[in-house]
């Protein structure tokens, strides 16, 4: 691809966005980028990864970003390979180490992971030889969902995080999404605030470089941005939450909340949405939204990582 001879990928693997540099992140979203031109084209099959073999480990449920990664890959030309847990041996009582170095038999390029326990992509990526790309692992990180985020926000600030603001609205206790892009943004140089009940921020919170906020009207304040977590109610503990209900009431983004936000503010959501629970409908199909906009630039971004990854020169970094 166009500059990529003259920039060295030093990361073998992708675990988290805090191993990411400034300079490393405008690469792959300007990679990114060419990869979302050519995503508009007719035909959309560049040959950039023939003959390489990506495989996707998904040892917890998945539809977006699965079919993310799968059209990433095809569309590269690369040979993907899907695997998951009630597909794989791991229900057999097979560790994850065994599973892992039984795909690292097949010699494959690249393997996907996601897991539900925190750490299980570094775990493989100590002791495999082929580059680990972390899918999200239990509360831990989500760093390809914070990088998609980032490509369709730096599209709509015209590449500009400098001096912008973007709120991050939910159950931030348990998403690793809200983790990965409050690192991710704030080293591109933008503000974030978190808004949730008390019940729903994670513990050490307010040590983290944010503003947080309990009252969705004070938070929306002239907000560049705000993003609309899914309720984990899979995640959480009994009595974190009195009822959906009165959460909706205090913490549902809808058309009139924006119109406290800074002119032109967007919304984003990484799925999937409960529609007036987390947001309302007329927001989520409003045009301000950005919704479908970062499934498009999901694709897009995960075609730069799997390219970065898989055909990346060996540095003796990880």
Known sequence: MQDQERFIWPHK???????????QVRHLLDLAGQFHEINQRPVKKVPTLKGKTVVLFFAEPSTRTKT???????????DTFSLAK??????????LKDTALTLQAMSPDVIVIRHTSSGAAQFLAERLECAVVNAGDGWHAHP????????SLNRAWNGQFEGKTLLILGDIAHSRVARSNVHLLTRMGARVRLCAPRTLLPAGADTWPVEIFDNLNKAVQGVDAVMALR???????AGLLPDLR????RYCLNLNHMQHAAPGARVLHPGPMNRGVEISSALADAGQSLVLDQVASGVATRMAILFLHATRKDTGER
């Open 13 to 23: 693997d992708l675990l988290d966005v805090t191993q990411l540099s400034r300079e």
């Open 68 to 78: 993310s990664f799968d059209m990433a890959g095809k569309r590269l030309s690369a």
């Open 86 to 95: 009630s597909g794989s041996s791991l229900v057999k009582g097979e560790s």
């Open 144 to 151: 390809t969902q914070a990088l998609l985020d980032a490509f």
């Open 231 to 237: 309720l984990q109610l899979e995640r959480q503990q």
């Open 246 to 249: 009165e959460y909706a009431s």
